[in-house]
C-alpha cells in the first residue's frame, strides 16, 4: 500500500485539561496540572503530590449512561474510553447504534498498565474478607484483563477489525501509534483509534514511590516538582490519564472530508536488551541511538530536518542518557540542537498513558504552530549543559512558529523505545 497516514482525531483527558481545547490552551500557557493529595500522605507516600485529570463524577456517570456501559471499577478504563470517544468525535465519525453490524474497517489498539489494578484489588479484599467470592460483583472481573479498555472502546464504537491491548510500560502509547501506522500501511486495516490510559491510584503509584522514583522535597510546591534537564530533578511526579488519535489512511479522511491535523512519516520501535549500561529501569544509550537513526531512515528524513523533540524527559537521571541520545544519534549540539520539550514537566509522568498524551501535544503544536514550554528547566543540569544550549530548552511557549518536522520519543521500563515521526500535513 503506498497511501500516506494521516491523523484526523485527538482526545486526551490529561492533569491540566481535559478535551483538545481546554488542553491546548494549558499547555500553551505552560499550565501544571500537580497538585498535592493528602491521602497519599495518609499512605505515607515520600512523595505525596501528584496529577490527575479533573474529570467529576457527574460527567464520569453521564458519559457511562451514554454509552450504556455499566459499573467502572477502573479510572484509566474510563479515561481511556473517554478519550477514545473525544478523537472519535473529533475525527468527524458517527457513533454507531447498537443494533449496526460491526466496522471491519477500523479497529484499536488502545495500551496499559495497570487500568486493571482497581478490580484486581476489588477481588483480593473481597477474598481475603472471608466472603463468599460467588456473591461477588460479576463487572470487575473483565476489567480486572489488561485488554479491558480496548474492549470496552470496541463495544462503544463497534470496531470490527483488530482490537487489543498492548503494554510496554512508559513507551505503550507511542507503540500503539507506531504499530496500528503498520496495520494501516499493510492494508489490513483503513481506520484505527490508538492511544493510552493509566489508572489514577495509590496501588499504581506506590512501588515507584518505594523504589526512590518519584519526587521528593517538593511536596510543599507541586508545581515546581516535575523539572525535566534541570539540575535540581529529584524523581518524577506520578501521574494518570489518557490520550486518543484516530489514524486513517489519507484517500479514505480525504473523501469524507476529514481535518487532517498531521501526517505520520514513520518511526522505529526496539530495545536496547538491558546490555551495557541498559537495566530495567535506565534505557542503554545504544539502543535509543539506533532506535532514533532508524526511525528517521524509515521515512527518509535528515537530522538537520528536525524542528522539534518532544522528548520523553522524565525529571529523572534518565534524561542525561536520552540528551546524549540524541546528541549521538543527530549529530547536533549546542545551539545547532533542535527545540527540545518536555510534556511531563506540566503533567508530571503518566506512565503508560505518557506517550499518547505526550503524542497529542506533538500533533497540536505542529498543526497550530507553537511550541509548548517547558516549565522548571530553570538551570539545565551540567552534563546536558555541556551538551545542548539553554535556548534549545524554552521556558516560555514559542508562537507562530512554522514547524513542518516534529519527533516524539518515549522509552519504556525494561528498556524499551519508540520513536515516531510526524510531519506538517501538506495536500
Not at 306 to 327: C, P, R, Y
Amino acid at each position: 500500500m503506498n497511501d500516506r497516514i494521516v491523523i484526523t482525531g485527538l482526545g486526551v483527558l490529561s492533569p491540566n485539561g481535559i478535551g483538545v481545547k481546554k488542553f491546548t490552551s494549558a499547555i500553551r500557557k505552560g499550565k501544571s496540572g500537580i497538585k498535592f493529595y493528602p491521602e497519599l500522605r495518609e499512605h505515607a507516600f515520600r512523595c505525596q503530590i501528584g496529577g490527575v485529570p479533573a474529570l467529576s463524577e457527574k460527567d464520569r456517570l453521564a458519559f457511562l449512561e451514554k454509552h450504556q456501559i455499566q459499573e467502572v471499577f477502573s479510572t484509566g478504563i474510563t479515561y481511556g474510553c473517554i478519550a477514545a470517544a473525544q478523537a472519535w468525535k473529533d475525527s468527524g465519525l458517527a457513533f454507531p447504534k447498537a443494533s449496526d453490524g460491526a466496522d471491519y474497517t477500523s479497529g484499536c489498539i488502545f495500551g496499559t498498565g495497570s487500568n486493571g489494578i482497581e478490580a484486581t484489588h476489588y477481588g483480593i479484599a473481597l477474598r481475603e474478607s472471608g466472603q463468599d467470592t460467588r456473591k461477588g460483583n460479576p463487572r470487575a472481573l473483565p476489567q480486572a484483563i489488561n485488554s479491558a479498555v480496548s474492549a470496552y472502546i470496541a463495544k462503544i464504537l463497534g470496531l470490527g477489525n483488530q482490537v487489543t491491548s498492548n503494554a510496554s510500560a512508559c513507551n505503550t502509547g507511542t507503540e500503539a501509534i507506531l504499530m496500528a501506522f503498520e496495520k494501516i500501511r499493510s492494508g489490513a486495516a483503513t481506520r484505527m483509534l490508538v492511544g493510552s490510559s493509566e489508572s489514577n491510584s495509590p496501588y499504581v503509584w506506590g512501588p515507584f514511590d518505594s523504589m526512590f522514583a518519584t519526587a521528593h522535597g517538593f511536596n510543599d510546591r507541586p508545581q515546581k516538582a516535575s523539572r525535566p534537564m534541570d539540575k535540581d530533578a529529584a524523581g518524577f511526579v506520578p501521574s494518570s490519564g489518557a490520550g486518543a488519535l484516530v489514524l486513517e489512511n489519507l484517500s479514505t479522511a480525504q473523501k469524507r472530508g476529514a481535518r487532517i491535523y498531521a501526517e505520520i512519516l514513520g518511526g522505529h520501535i526496539n530495545s536496547g536488551g538491558q546490555r551495557g549500561k541498559g537495566t530495567m529501569t535506565i534505557g542503554n544509550v545504544n539502543g535509543m541511538v539506533r532506535c532514533i537513526r532508524n526511525g528517521l531512515k524509515s521515512c527518509g528524513v535528515l537530522p538537520g530536518q528536525i524542528d522539534l523533540i518532544s522528548g520523553h524527559l522524565s525529571s529523572t537521571i534518565g534524561d542525561i542518557t536520552e540528551i546524549n541520545a540524541w546528541v549521538k544519534a543527530l549529530n547536533r549540539k549546542g545551539t545547532d540542537f533542535p527545540y527540545i520539550n518536555s510534556m511531563k514537566s506540566m503533567i508530571g509522568h503518566c506512565l503508560s498513558a505518557s506517550g499518547s498524551i505526550e503524542s497529542v501535544a506533538a500533533v497540536l503544536q505542529l498543526y497550530h504552530g507553537f511550541i509548548h514550554p517547558s516549565i522548571n528547566a530553570d538551570e539545565l543540569h551540567p552534563e546536558i549543559g555541556q551538551l545542548i544550549a539553554h535556548d534549545c530548552v524554552p521556558p516560555k511557549a514559542i508562537m507562530d512558529i512554522a514547524l513542518d518536522i516534529v519527533c516524539k520519543i518515549s522509552f519504556g521500563f525494561g528498556d524499551v523505545n519508540s520513536c515516531l515521526v510526524l510531519k506538517k500535513f501538506k495536500a
